[in-house]
């Protein structure tokens, strides 16, 4: 596992052990950055990237231009990793580790995203509140399905990836 592109470029990341996580691959990770590269949704971007496992989605994020991610992981373990690449790397000062349910943190938090990473276990059914509770512009969610229609999102892009679909989403009347 390593930073795809940008001035990171190339770095490793470690991985959590065990199944709880699930990386996205180098070579999807590159596909949902060309496409939020072509919407410019990375650049100087504030970004959230949630059930962030070894925090690869936003880490690349802040490789291509963004200016801070806030990852957000429930598991001990995959917290440990994302510091430790989060230090390995040099981001300690463009981001936020938080330690936390993913549904209880974002109904929560009062912050405002640029763009939003969403990769949940793919058991996970927790869409339609997930959407209802996040407050951002642009979204990319990983899923092992189409995501369901929602009425403060429109879908942008989405492709398959083996079992993976991706899908890019933006907040209704903000895409312009």
């Known amino acids: 596992m390593r930073i795809v592109a940008g001035e990171r470029r190339g770095r490793n990341l470690e991985t959590p052990s065990g199944a709880t996580t699930r990386p996205t691959s180098d070579r999807v990770r590159e596909s949902i950055f060309n496409m939020l590269f072509s919407l410019g949704a990375t650049e100087s971007a504030r970004v959230l990237d949630l059930y962030a496992g070894c925090g690869a989605l936003g880490l690349e994020a802040l490789s291509r231009g963004a200016a801070h991610c806030t990852l957000v992981e429930q598991d001990r373990r995959a917290v440990d990793c994302i510091e430790n690449n989060i230090a390995a790397i040099g ?26 990473l969403v990769d949940p276990p793919y058991a996970d059914d927790h869409w339609p509140e997930v959407l209802d509770a996040i407050d951002g512009r642009w979204l990319v969610a990983e899923s092992s399905s189409a995501m369901p229609e929602h009425p403060q999102w429109d879908v942008v892009r ?19």
């Open 91 to 116: 981001y300690e000062d463009r981001t936020t580790v938080v330690r936390s349910d993913v549904l209880e943190w974002i109904k929560r938090s009062p912050d405002r995203f640029d763009l939003v």
């Open 158 to 176: 989405e492709k398959s990836y083996g079992t993976t679909v991706v899908t890019v989403l933006s907040r209704r009347n903000e895409t312009a």
